[in-house]
């Protein structure tokens, strides 16, 4: 199929059913299918994000991504994807780079914590693991994540599996076909009519994570449950309910013999006097009528890792990761963007937090 | 001439002044300011407020709990814009109180009244947004070049929005500073802007990248040296609205209220009475939406909040 010609009538597909859904939200009927569209936006958000670090130039981090993880043109993918995004969606493009126009140092300094968190744990673990045997990476509601890209570039053992909504996925498999820079890079084969991009070191799943049984049944056709698998969660599991959550890391964890499991949430915070959480809740509910059911539950770093017991875990609030960073990291950080103050940095920061998890022997 | 109490009411109303209006408010407000010193004399009883960050809503809550300006004395310590959606609305009504009643409104500069730090933090965007172009933006610098660095109450509770500096030993050394200028990125004037009290021994790299970190001997030394008993500072989000430090020598006094709209603190004002005696008022955020569910604060608003 060519992209050309799609694209068109794709985009009037997605502005009906927008239409449709919006008006459903006026009606304060929030429907299944309305609630998932407002999960799905949030990756938007968290692109916006990162290219707006890579703009102000917190991301590639020297340190961490380049010479620890020794990721390639990594700016460069970022720019390449959001062509391909311009071409496939003009609307979800625009919302992206109009929020790019103003970005707080705050945000980005952020940002960078989760993604150099993320990245430079994933290439520990697959270090260690070294490159003679197979293993595969599960990413769990990756949305428009692209660290796929340079990771199958350096571990040619390595098979990634993309998991998202359908919504989700078709974007990205669209975006990733109609960049050939980008569909080099990931072998990608010419999909069949209504299927998804897929290579042979590369998977890209629609899936709802809330049915466990669609999850389970469509992982089980592309991964092996024998071989090293590491699962990433990047704000994931704090849109789910307590019980859908648990059922899923409970399957999952039984399922894969050998695990790691990285996850990166907020947490609503447990001191008596702590607000952030709450607030947090009422002002996404207030603007975007997104609901994180269990931020005030796993409100502490100890009742989030709680959730993998009796796993062994280890967990940190983002602070506390950010006061480990070296000083020529946090040198270059400030040559970036003036950072007026470290308060509100450090109020947001300890309310987010990055799990490791560990299972089985390697 | 335009009308003082009818540009107030729409400014207390969040309402659009034109391009004009604001032009005119600054200028009176340049001439008015330049006639002041760089620490000016205030007598008490006076209530000091802390960083307001163009919460607007907030601020009229402020005076609303600490007797409003028609019958109390201010001294604000700067940081009226930035962060939030009202820095204009915010800032020109403390200019307009300040043009009608000037002898019961003192304003000091805060590190966010520069415009480098503007266009990063949210007040230049908001002119942006609010008017298609830079002037209004333009117009209020310049105000921020003309206001006071620091104030001294009754001769005994000296003001500032950071606090300490190395190269200013003496309150009459600050009268010296030509003050009429963007912010300098080191020195007295600077320092003064952004300097925060630590558990430190001695003057310290700030982790700001600006002005430095000053102990409790610091702030001893200035006391003595200087005859006063008290520093007044803002400039750092206390949770608690207000916080003493170094055998009550120094206080932090935050007046933003949920800061940002997502941090979950309380504000606090401090008044000073006639006999210096200090009483601090704590106040909460405005709801987002009045008790007959009309929206207060804006819902679409202009930035990412949160990492989703």
């Known amino acids: 199929m060519s992209m050309g010609n799609n694209s068109d009538d794709n985009q009037e597909l997605f502005n009906s059913k927008y239409i449709l859904t919006d008006i459903c939200c006026w009606n304060s009927v929030q429907s299944v299918e309305s609630m998932e569209r407002i999960v799905q936006q949030t990756d938007y958000d968290a692109l916006s994000c990162r290219v707006s670090a890579i703009n102000k130039g917190y991301l590639p981090s020297p340190c961490y991504q380049l010479e620890k993880c020794k990721y390639l043109g990594y700016k460069e993918i970022h720019l390449e994807y959001l062509n391909g995004l311009r071409q496939v969606s003009r609307r979800i493009y625009g919302k992206v780079a109009k929020s790019l126009q103003s970005s707080y140092p705050v945000m980005n300094y952020g940002t960078y914590l989760r993604t150099v968190s993320i990245d430079t744990e994933l290439n520990g673990i697959l270090s260690k693991i070294g490159k003679e045997q197979r293993v595969q990476i599960i990413d769990l509601g990756s949305g428009s994540d692209l660290r796929m890209i340079p990771l199958l570039h350096n571990y040619p053992n390595l098979k990634f599996i993309d998991v998202d909504y359908a919504e989700s996925t078709k974007v990205k498999s669209k975006v990733l076909w109609g960049t050939p820079s980008l569909r080099e890079l990931l072998k990608l084969q010419e999909p069949q009519v209504d299927q998804l991009v897929r290579s042979d070191i590369y998977e890209l799943l629609s899936c709802d994570l809330n049915d466990l049984n669609e999850t389970c049944a469509k992982l089980d056709e592309v991964t092996d449950v024998n071989i090293p698998t590491i699962i990433i969660t990047e704000c994931v599991l704090c849109y789910m309910t307590q019980d859908t959550s648990q059922r899923l890391i409970d399957r999952l964890t039984n399922l894969y013999k050998i695990g790691y499991w990285i996850s990166y949430d907020p947490i609503g915070g447990a001191h008596e006097n702590d607000r952030f959480g709450t607030i947090m809740q009422a002002n996404l509910r207030d603007s975007r009528s997104l609901e994180m059911p269990t931020l005030m539950i796993f409100n502490s770093k100890e009742k989030y890792a709680d959730r993998f017991s009796p796993l062994e875990t280890s967990i940190q609030n983002m602070w506390e990761i950010f006061s480990r960073i070296p000083q020529d990291e946090i040198k270059r950080l400030k040559s970036l963007q003036f950072l007026d103050e470290l308060e509100e940095l450090k109020i947001m920061q300890t309310h987010y937090v990055f799990c490791k998890v560990h299972w089985g022997d390697v | ?308």
């Not at chain 2, 300040?98 to 949210?122: F, S």
């Not at chain 2, 320092?191 to 003057?203: F, I, M, N, Q």
């Not at chain 2, 700001?208 to 200087?226: C, D, I, K, P």
Request: glycine share 8%.
């Open chain 2, 1 to 308: 001439m335009f009308d003082l109490d009818r540009v107030i009411s729409l400014l207390r109303q969040g309402r659009h002044i034109t391009e004009e209006t604001v032009y005119a408010l600054c200028l009176l407000s340049q001439e008015l300011l330049m006639n002041e010193s760089n620490v000016t004399h205030v007598n008490t009883p006076v209530t000091i407020c802390g960083d307001i960050h163009g919460q607007l809503h907030d601020l009229l809550t402020l005076f609303e709990k600490s007797g409003g300006i028609e019958k109390s004395r201010y001294i604000f310590l700067g940081d009226f814009v930035d962060r939030g959606f009202y820095s204009l609305e915010s800032f020109l009504l403390l200019l307009c109180y300040k043009l009608r009643y000037p002898d019961r409104i003192t304003l000091i500069r805060g590190n966010h009244e520069t415009r480098q730090i503007t266009k990063v933090y949210g007040f230049y965007d908001e002119i942006m947004r609010k008017y298609g172009n830079s002037n209004v933006w333009r117009y209020c610098c310049e105000v921020f070049d003309y206001l006071s660095l620091g104030a001294i109450i009754n001769q005994s509770v000296f003001c500032v929005h950071g606090g300490l500096s190395p190269d200013v030993m003496t309150i009459d050394e600050i009268r010296s500073v030509d003050r009429k200028q963007e912010v300098p990125h080191e020195g007295a004037m600077c320092d003064l802007l952004w300097s925060d009290p630590d558990d430190v021994d001695t003057w310290s790299l700030s982790p700001r990248g600006a002005g430095f970190l000053f102990g409790g001997q610091q702030v001893q030394e200035f006391l003595s040296r200087n005859g006063v008993d008290l520093i007044a500072r803002a400039h750092q989000l206390v949770m608690e609205g207000y916080k003493e430090m170094f055998d009550n020598g120094l206080v932090t006094v935050w007046s933003a209220p949920n800061y940002c709209y997502r941090c979950g603190n309380v504000a606090a004002v401090l008044r000073i009475d006639d006999d210096l005696s200090r009483s601090y008022t704590i106040f909460e955020a405005v709801q987002p939406q009045n008790d007959v569910g009309n929206t207060i604060l804006p819902t679409r608003k202009p930035q990412m909040d949160y990492f989703l």
